[in-house]
């Protein structure tokens, strides 16, 4: 079992940058797929981007592509995003999740963070 929680969030212009970070707890960090994932109001669950267990293998929505950067540091036990260029419409919960592997599905995470408030304003 992981525990994961967000951090990094907050209020920023359009164009600005904001750096989310999501600790996890336990030795079995470096065992999981990461991904983040943001929710607007009223909106669904939507995929921003994931990683594969070792770092090497990133994958992207197209809304984010070119703007967003997921990494993560093992030895820290944490997954990073970077958010450049953030739009008004990037305004979400941004929540961490871990999972046996990558996917756009928010059902193939099973341990989920509490979120992290991201407000672009125009």
């Known amino acids: 079992q992981v525990q994961l929680v967000e951090s990094g969030g907050g209020v920023v212009q359009a164009g600005g940058s904001l750096r989310l970070s999501c600790a996890a707890s336990?030795?079995?960090?470096?065992?999981?797929?990461m991904g983040w994932f943001s929710q607007g109001p009223g909106m669904e669950r939507e995929y921003v981007a994931a990683?594969?267990?070792?770092?090497?293998?990133?994958y992207y929505a197209d809304s984010v592509k070119g703007r967003f950067t997921i990494s993560r540091d093992n030895a820290k036990n944490t997954v990073y995003l970077q958010m450049n260029s953030l739009k008004p419409e990037d305004t979400a919960v941004y929540y961490c999740?871990?999972?046996?592997?990558?996917?756009?599905?928010?059902?193939?995470?099973?341990?989920w963070g509490q979120g992290t408030q991201v407000t672009v304003s125009s």
């Open positions: 999740a871990a999972g046996p592997l990558t996917s756009r599905s928010a059902r193939e995470y099973n341990y």
């Open positions: 336990g030795r079995t960090f470096r065992s999981y797929a």
């Open positions: 990683i594969n267990r070792s770092g090497g293998v990133t």
